[in-house]
């Protein structure tokens, strides 16, 4: 039965009826308006849909209308056109750092952005080579918590942990929790980082946001943080594999089929200093394990010429792999 309530959302409920039924492949026709505005308790007259979509039209939905067989209304335009939507829909499908189940709610909340014929085109699977996704629920919560902090200039709370052998959490420090002052958030390698300054330290680390848990806003105020010429894009440039630790000043020497591979994780802002059939960059980097794996990849056709103590740790990882794989 219509209610007179129902009759004052009329406005209402006839753009939810555009917005989720039309699009430009897709009409209705004012018959069909006015039964789907039934469908909500909502009575109407012909010459009362065409004053409407003049309303809907001054409030700025571009409503338009297909004159061939039928004569209908649609929407033509809206915030996010489909390409877009795809494209997002595709982002989020692919990011490992996004749960399977998270990703389906936001492929979901973005499908409503556009009508139901065409949010059938979002339900797709991106080709990702069977990449994993992330197993941590909260991290959504993570970023939001850890974004707030560093608006509001206040130190981060959290626990950080690795997985066992079980896949159960063993959390760092017997389960203490950390307490840093966040600089800015980091996408990198398809995953998610907070670079924190440590006063403790007086130096700048870094922790995967899905390795944290119980992440909260201190009240306590941030720490000062002043180093000279610090630029926190600049330092996500130079730092590579994110795994945390001081950074070195190193010098690297490859042959010059690697020039892509160099390009692609460095940055085409590297400077390239060519040596005949090899170029040399300066770059401040983590010595990790990931990066020296990354140059044991080149083979003999890149080298590390210093520091030498991360000469000597290539030799060591080197010397240990080939112990490895030469015993009985």
């Not at 760092?172 to 300054?197: F, H, M, V």
């Not at 630029?231 to 892509?260: H, I, P």
Request: glycine content about 4%.
């Amino acid at each position: 039965m219509p209610t007179s309530q129902n009759q004052k959302m009329k406005l209402v409920y006839l753009m939810k009826i555009l917005q989720e039924r039309t699009d430009e492949n897709h009409s209705l026709t004012v018959q069909e308006l006015i039964i789907a505005l039934n469908e909500y308790g909502v009575e109407a007259e012909r010459k009362s849909i065409y004053s409407d979509m003049e309303s809907l039209r001054q409030y700025g939905l571009n409503i338009e209308t297909r004159k061939s067989k039928k004569f209908g209304y649609y929407i033509a335009s809206r915030q996010f056109e489909l390409p877009e939507l795809k494209l997002l829909v595709d982002a989020v499908q692919s990011s490992r750092f996004i749960t399977q189940r998270k990703s389906n709610m936001l492929i979901q909340k973005l499908s409503s952005l556009t009508s139901s014929h065409q949010a059938k085109e979002l339900s797709r699977q991106v080709v990702t080579a069977n990449r994993p996704k992330a197993i941590n629920e909260s991290v959504y919560y993570n970023i939001d918590s850890i974004h707030t902090a560093i608006n509001d200039g206040k130190k981060v709370s959290f626990k950080y942990f690795d997985y066992d052998l079980r896949k159960a959490r063993a959390y760092r420090k017997a389960g203490e929790s950390y307490t840093q002052t966040p600089l800015a958030l980091c996408w990198n390698d398809d995953k998610y980082y907070l670079i924190c300054y440590s006063s403790k330290y007086d130096s700048i680390i870094n922790f995967r946001i899905d390795r944290m848990s119980g992440v909260s806003v201190c009240e306590e105020n941030a720490d000062r943080f002043y180093k000279k010429n610090f630029n926190v894009s600049e330092y996500v440039r130079q730092t590579f594999g994110m795994y945390g630790g001081e950074t070195v000043s190193a010098r690297l020497r490859f042959d010059k089929m690697s020039v892509n591979s160099v390009l692609d994780h460095f940055g085409a802002d590297i400077k390239l200093n060519i040596a005949g059939d090899c170029f040399e960059i300066d770059i401040d980097i983590s010595p990790s394990p990931v990066f020296l794996s990354w140059i044991a990849q080149f083979g003999a056709n890149a080298e590390i010429i210093s520091p030498e103590s991360m000469r000597v740790a290539m030799r060591e990882l080197i010397t240990e792999l080939n112990e490895k794989y030469n015993r009985d």
